[in-house]
C-alpha cells in the first residue's frame, strides 16, 4: 500500500469523480489553504455545522449508543463558534466517491491545531462515498471559530496492491452517501 501523489488524485478526482468539486491546485489567498497539494487535498468545511449545547438536551452522559440530538444545535452561516471546551460537527463542501483499492485518512490542518482545534482523525474506507462528516474539537478556554469554505482538514490516498475482499459499500456501511451533518449511529 502506497501514498498517492498529486497527479494520481487529479487524475481520479477529474476521470472517475472521486472528489467534487476539484480544486486542481492550493488556493491561499487571504484563506486556510484547501485544494490538491502534494500528496494529499485539503477539504474545505461547508457553512452547516451542529454544535454541541449540552442545556438543550436532557444530558447526563455522552452516550453514542444512545446520543441525545437534541444536544446538538444547528447553525448556518459562514463562521462557526465553538463554545470552550466543546465541540461541533461540520461536513465537507467535497464529496467522495473512494475507489475500492483505496483507503484515506482524513486528519486536521496544522493552522486549526496550533490554535488548540482539533479535527478527530476520520478513515474513508473502500467504496465510501458522501460529505465527510468532521468532528471539530475546541480544546480552549476560549471561543473558537471555524470558517467555512476555507480549509479544515487534509485527505491523504493509500492505494493497496489489490482490492479489498469487503468493501464498505458492501456491508452496507451506516454513513454511506451521508448528505449533511450526520450524528452517530447504532
Excluded at 488556493?27 to 485539503?42: A, K, M, P, T
Excluded at 462557526?80 to 467535497?94: D, H, K, M, Q, T
Excluded at 475482499?165 to 451533518?181: I, L, M
Amino acid at each position: 500500500m502506497g501514498l498517492k501523489p498529486d497527479h494520481w488524485i487529479r487524475k481520479m478526482a477529474l476521470e472517475q469523480r472521486m472528489i467534487e468539486p476539484f480544486v486542481d491546485g492550493q488556493v491561499r489567498d487571504g484563506v486556510i489553504s484547501y485544494g490538491l497539494s502534494s500528496y494529499g487535498y485539503d477539504i474545505r468545511t461547508a457553512g452547516e455545522f451542529k454544535v454541541f449545547t449540552p442545556g438543550l438536551g436532557d444530558l447526563t452522559v455522552v452516550d453514542p449508543k444512545w446520543f441525545d440530538a437534541r444536544a446538538m444545535g444547528d447553525f448556518k452561516g459562514d463562521i462557526c463558534v465553538i463554545p470552550p471546551n466543546s465541540f461541533a460537527l461540520g461536513r465537507s463542501v467535497e464529496y467522495f466517491r473512494i475507489p475500492r483499492s483505496v483507503l484515506c485518512i482524513c486528519l486536521g490542518k496544522s493552522t486549526y491545531a496550533r490554535c488548540g482545534i482539533i479535527i478527530s482523525m476520520t478513515p474513508l474506507e473502500p467504496a465510501w462515498e458522501g460529505f465527510v462528516t468532521l468532528e471539530i474539537s475546541n480544546t480552549t478556554l476560549l471561543p473558537a471559530r471555524i470558517y467555512a469554505d476555507e480549509g479544515i482538514a487534509q485527505v491523504l490516498f493509500f492505494e493497496a496492491d489489490e482490492e479489498c475482499e469487503v468493501s464498505y459499500a458492501d456491508k452496507r456501511g451506516k454513513y454511506q452517501r451521508q448528505r449533511s451533518v450526520v450524528l452517530p449511529r447504532l
